[in-house]
């Protein structure tokens, strides 16, 4: 079980908590939404909780917790630029569907 970063998505990420002045990690999570059924949740961690399970990943510490966990684990974050745009992108092997705008998926 685990969930990783790709080196692009863990240098954005420890340079974005340098420039924040704090920060332990980043936190993946699911949340019931979107057209499909779930979303992601992607935040920054401050403090860690008693429900936190953690991986390390290319220098960058990633919190989930046990619900969110069974839908992403093998899943890779990479970040990555694509002319204009650039953002983090989710590599979910445990993804059946995905809506057309890409904001939601089910498994």
Same mark, same amino acid.
């Given at each position: 079980?685990?969930?990783?970063l ?5 240098n954005?990420?420890?340079? $974005? ?26 935040? $920054? ?12 990943? /290319? ?12 839908? !992403?684990?093998?899943?890779? !974050? ?11 992108? $989710? /590599? &979910?092997?445990?993804?059946? &569907? ?6 939601? $998926?089910?498994?």
């Open positions: 079980m685990a969930i990783t790709s080196a692009s998505a863990a954005h990420v420890s340079q $974005f908590i340098a420039k924040r002045g704090k920060g332990l990690g980043i936190r993946l999570g699911v949340k019931t939404s979107g057209c499909s059924g779930m979303a992601y949740k992607l935040e $920054f961690v401050d403090a860690a909780t008693d429900d936190d399970i953690t991986f390390e990943s /290319n220098g960058v510490t990633v919190f989930t917790d046990a619900k969110s966990l069974a839908y !992403l684990d093998g899943t890779e !974050l990479d970040y990555t630029k694509e002319g204009l745009n650039e953002g983090f992108k $989710f /590599n &979910n092997p445990n993804v059946k &569907n995905e809506c057309g705008c890409g904001e939601s $998926f089910n498994v």
